[in-house]
């Protein structure tokens, strides 16, 4: 990967955590059906009829602590009073980056002599208390929202072809972004088969890109799927969050299985091997020195070489891995297991630029390109935190010892990225609070 597109990368991925970080409360507030101050309710359950029940979800957020003390819901000249559990938190208060906040959730009956198109008022006040700090004490202070609600009255068939269409819609969500992951999942195997690393940077942009998706899945998945199925517990909201994550990483999965081989399991990385031009040999790694630096010094430096896919095959025999030709194919197994595929386009006549080589192991890939050395010169093997030159000049332990010292420093680069990100979030939003 390009130095610029690393640093492109990881800039937009610190510019959006910083973002969601600020934003992110106000984007949660956002979903609610009413808010007023620090008070934020949302209407669970909002397609109803006659006698059904309406569930409305009570939020309250800010200062060092806070509890909700009572909620009153006056509905159709009827008062509903649900009680909090208030300060819980004693003489002493622990602080969070993350802000303090408090729920309740409060159940109202529709009238059963309601009619199917009249329009239920809701008035609801909430009453809380919020702990803010003062330099090494902090004190309670007692405030109040209150919201105005309007839901409307459905009769049963109506209710039930609403919900219908919510539970289609947050599927029908869930379906394009999984969509979206499989479209977006070649140009992000041609991001990790550029050279130089650039993992810390595609980390950083991963986490912003994380927690926005997890926003995303609130308001377009999770919210309409309670209201379709009317079910309020936090068991629904926990399920549907982790199936708002885990399907597009199956799809995903699934993805980088397409195109692989019966009978081999697992999931295979891509690998892309290139000629390089104008590179000086040194001793190659074959048994035979001198017939192998003959057929490297002349092998042609240009991406024109082609030869037929039974001569492919045999290299790779030659260097002890286990390889079957069939059609465009061949699987490559090597002495411990280790599985890769080389998909060509013409076997006929093989070039570097038509190969396709996807494995689950970078040792299994090094041996693959060292065995295509002698006949297409040498190139270039880009993986998943991997850019080697394989010309014959080192040992086989040389090349993997490379491989090794890269895929290190690159965790290490991407630990130090998100450490120092998380600092940054950390200070922006301590800044926030006290600014608040």
């Excluded at 309409?224 to 199956?250: E, K, Q």
């Amino acid at each position: 990967m390009s130095r610029g597109l690393t640093i492109a990368l990881g800039a937009l991925g610190v510019v959006g955590c910083l973002a969601m970080l600020i934003c992110f409360e106000p984007l949660r507030r956002s979903t609610a059906d009413a808010s007023d101050g620090a008070v934020s309710v949302w209407i669970y359950t909002p397609h109803v009829a006659p006698g059904d029940t309406l569930t409305l979800g009570v939020r309250v957020a800010g200062g060092d602590a806070i509890g909700i003390e009572d909620v009153t819901v006056t509905a159709d000249g009827k008062t509903l009073r649900v009680r909090g559990d208030g300060a819980t938190w004693g003489s002493m208060i622990v602080t969070n980056h993350h802000g303090a906040e408090d729920s309740l959730d409060v159940e109202v009956e529709v009238p059963r002599d309601a009619t199917p198109g009249d329009t239920l008022r809701l008035a609801v006040e909430v009453a809380y208390v919020e702990a803010a700090s003062s330099g090494s004490s902090f004190h309670n202070a007692r405030g109040r929202g209150a919201v105005q609600l309007a839901v409307s009255v459905r009769s049963p068939t109506m209710r039930a072809v609403r919900r219908l269409l919510s539970g289609g819609r947050a599927l029908a969500t869930l379906g394009a972004l999984c969509l979206l992951v499989w479209y977006a999942g070649p140009w992000l195997g041609w991001l990790n088969r550029q050279d130089g690393g650039g993992g810390e940077a595609l980390g950083v942009l991963f986490i912003a890109l994380l927690v926005l998706n997890g926003f995303v899945g609130y308001a377009v998945f999770i919210l309409p799927l309670v209201a379709a199925t009317a079910w309020t517990g936090s068991w629904l909201f926990v399920v549907a969050g982790i199936v708002w994550f885990a399907a597009p990483i199956w799809v995903a999965i699934k993805h980088r299985r397409r195109g692989g081989v019966r009978g081999v399991k697992g999931d295979l990385a891509d690998f892309q091997l290139r000629p390089v031009v104008g590179r000086t040999l040194g001793t190659p790694y074959r048994t035979d020195a001198a017939a192998a630096h003959e057929v490297l010094a002349g092998a042609p430096r240009v991406d024109t070489t082609t030869h037929p896919i039974a001569v492919v095959e045999a290299a790779l025999r030659e260097v002890g891995l286990r390889a079957t030709a069939r059609g465009k194919l061949i699987t490559i197994v090597d002495d411990r297991g280790r599985v890769a595929t080389l998909r060509v386009r013409r076997p006929a006549r093989v070039a570097i630029a038509g190969m396709t080589l996807r494995s689950r192991d970078n040792l299994v890939s090094i041996d693959v390109a060292r065995a295509l050395v002698p006949l297409y010169g040498p190139l270039r093997l880009s993986g998943p935190l991997l850019g080697l030159l394989i010309d014959g000049t080192r040992s086989r332990d040389e090349v993997i010892a490379e491989a090794d010292a890269q895929f290190h420093k690159a965790l290490g680069v991407l630990q130090q990225g998100l450490e120092r990100t998380g600092a940054i979030m950390s200070q922006v939003q301590d800044s926030l609070r006290r600014r608040r």
